[in-house]
């Protein structure tokens, strides 16, 4: 039987921060384990639109990490610090102040540091100019700590640490799924059992770390856990992320942490697949509705759409939308708002009409209260000044449910309407860990050589979460997992 010095089960941005970072750390054998085949690798990873959001002080850091930016016109000026009291805030009000402190500081603190060990690792980096950027005058305005992602995107992102990984050394095995967890007597970590196409089989580790996704993929966990009509959401990315390494953790004892009936899901189009598309990867997520309305089957109103940057409301809108009728909802944009609305909204056709009228007779809704519903808005907004960029307090006056920013009047044609659904992206719910990423277990005690990272994480993130998150901390908390696992 092979002995590794660590085993990483999993292949996405964590597992495989933290191959590099246990080879960089003195692992000579690190093996990781991806359960897809090699054609479908790189878990949600590969899916994602490689944001990082990143706590900041200065331009010239993120200059650092974008150096071509600087020629980009409009660039340096749009730019604004993020201090590590910013991403702070943002987490806590994000997570209604349940964020676990610990490792809400683990992450702000090193995300910047991090980044940058990604690019000294080789991991490229652009403006994420099509994410969320809007362009006021001739500066590119930027919602804030998101402005780095992948040089392209997930796509890249993942391509780009399965080359590091290899450049370092790190073996890898598809078709491979971790099954269950080894223990020697005095309940240490020893390694894991894997099932691939020849069967199963027992491999030895000194350490093993966890880097295998949440439970998004798993229809029976999600209806277990999340409840009606969760069972039914669309998949955003990989169809391989089923909680196995949830399950094989919780069942050697390690603790569940964090928000385990809360997950983050976002308004995509209605027709998205059931599992996400590899070359349609995050395309499908529809984001500006800031800039408009959102009616569901009743006709009516059910969010402030414009409670805040789109960034800190979709990962708990698309959840809202679900538990619509039908699951579905329809975003509404006047012509105004055309140039507004993120390049991605070109991967499916509106509905499009030159009258509210004859728009909203082509949707599946009631037509008479959406008609009302419009009116009523149209009636309560218009007042202030428009600022795409930043929260304007430009709010409707006198509606039940306000729209608290960006609240102009749909009145110019044509008008224009996108069916959404809410499709989820990953399970908050996860392990407990200390701060070198280490499995606690139930008695409270480290689990010896059992590490997590990832969206296995749990505690961070609850009810709602700062776009860009997910992957700084499993960036962040896979480097931990791997040097710590090293070092046994
Ligand atoms: C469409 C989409 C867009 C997103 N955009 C962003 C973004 O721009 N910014 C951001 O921060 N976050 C984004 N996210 C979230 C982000 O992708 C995830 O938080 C992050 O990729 C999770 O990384 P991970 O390494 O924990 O898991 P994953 O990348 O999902 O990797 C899990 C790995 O484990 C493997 N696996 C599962 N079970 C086993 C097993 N039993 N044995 C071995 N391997 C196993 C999977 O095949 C996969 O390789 C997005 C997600 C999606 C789906």
Redesign the pocket.
């Known amino acids: 039987m092979t002995a590794y010095d660590v085993i990483v089960?999993?292949?996405?941005?964590?597992?495989?921060?933290a191959s590099v970072s246990a080879r960089m750390n003195g692992a000579n054998r690190v093996l990781v384990?991806?359960?897809?085949p090699e054609e479908?690798?790189?878990?949600?990873?590969?899916?994602?639109?490689?944001?990082?959001?990143i706590a900041f002080s200065e331009v010239d850091e993120i200059l650092r990490l974008v150096p071509k930016a600087r020629e980009l016109p409009g660039f340096v000026e749009g730019v604004e610090a993020y201090p590590r009291d910013l991403f702070w805030s943002d987490l806590r009000r994000m997570t209604s102040g349940r964020t676990d402190p610990e490792l809400g500081e683990i992450l702000i603190s090193n995300s910047f540091a991090t980044a940058c060990w990604m690019a000294d690792q080789g991991i490229r980096f652009e403006p994420?100019i099509s994410?969320g950027a809007v362009r006021v005058g001739n500066v590119i305005k930027w919602p804030k700590g998101a402005i780095v992602?992948a040089a392209n995107?997930?796509v890249g992102l993942?391509r780009m640490w399965f080359a590091t990984a290899q450049r370092h050394g790190v073996e890898i095995r598809y078709e491979?799924?971790?099954?269950r967890l080894r223990q020697d007597t005095r309940g240490r970590v020893i390694g894991v059992v894997?099932r691939d196409p020849a069967g199963v089989h027992e491999l030895d580790a000194r350490a093993v770390v966890l880097?295998?996704?949440?439970f998004e993929a798993n229809a029976a966990w999600r209806a277990q856990y999340l409840g009606r009509p969760w069972d039914h959401a669309k998949?955003?990315?990989?169809s391989?992320?089923?909680g196995?390494?949830l399950r094989?953790a919780l069942e050697i004892g390690a603790m569940p942490a964090g928000n385990w009936s809360g997950c983050?899901a976002?308004p995509i189009h209605a027709e998205a697949p059931p599992f996400?598309d590899r070359k349609l990867?995050?395309k499908?997520?529809r984001l500006s509705y800031p800039y408009g309305l959102m009616i569901n089957r009743l006709g009516q109103r059910f969010v402030d759409e414009g409670e805040d940057q789109a960034f800190f409301t979709y990962a708990k809108f698309g959840g809202i939308i679900l538990n619509q009728p039908g699951g579905v909802a329809y975003q509404i944009f006047d012509a105004k708002a055309r140039e507004l609305l993120e390049p991605r909204y070109s991967t499916s056709d509106p509905f499009a009409a030159n009258t509210l009228p004859e728009l909203v007779r082509q949707l599946d809704c009631d037509h008479e209260t959406a008609l009302r519903t419009i009116a009523d808005y149209n009636a309560a907004a218009g007042h202030g000044e428009f600022n795409p960029g930043d929260r304007d307090g430009m709010a409707t006056r006198g509606l039940a449910l306000p729209k608290s920013n960006w609240a102009r009047k749909l009145d110019t044609a044509p008008f224009l309407a996108w069916p959404v659904t809410g499709?989820i992206?990953?399970s908050f719910g996860g392990l407990k860990i200390n701060e070198h990423a280490q499995a606690i277990g139930t008695d409270w005690r480290p689990i010896e050589g059992l590490y997590v990272?990832?969206?296995?994480v749990g505690g961070l993130f609850h009810n709602n979460y700062p776009?860009?998150?997910?992957?700084?901390?499993?960036a962040v908390f896979?480097r931990i997992a791997g040097a710590n696992a090293a070092r046994g």
Do not use: I, P
Not at 9 to 17: D, F, H, P, Y
Not at 33 to 36: V, W
Not at 211 to 214: E, F, K, Y
Not at 453 to 456: A, R, Y
């Open positions: 089960a999993g292949a996405g941005n964590a597992a495989l921060a384990l991806e359960k897809a479908l690798r790189g878990g949600n990873t590969h899916y994602s639109g490689g944001l990082l959001r994420a994410l992602r995107e997930g993942s491979t799924a971790a099954a894997v880097g295998c996704g949440g998949v955003r990315g990989t391989y992320n089923q196995d390494g094989m983050h976002t996400g990867t995050d499908t997520n499709g992206t990953f990272c990832g969206e296995m776009g860009g998150s997910g992957l700084m901390s499993g896979g």
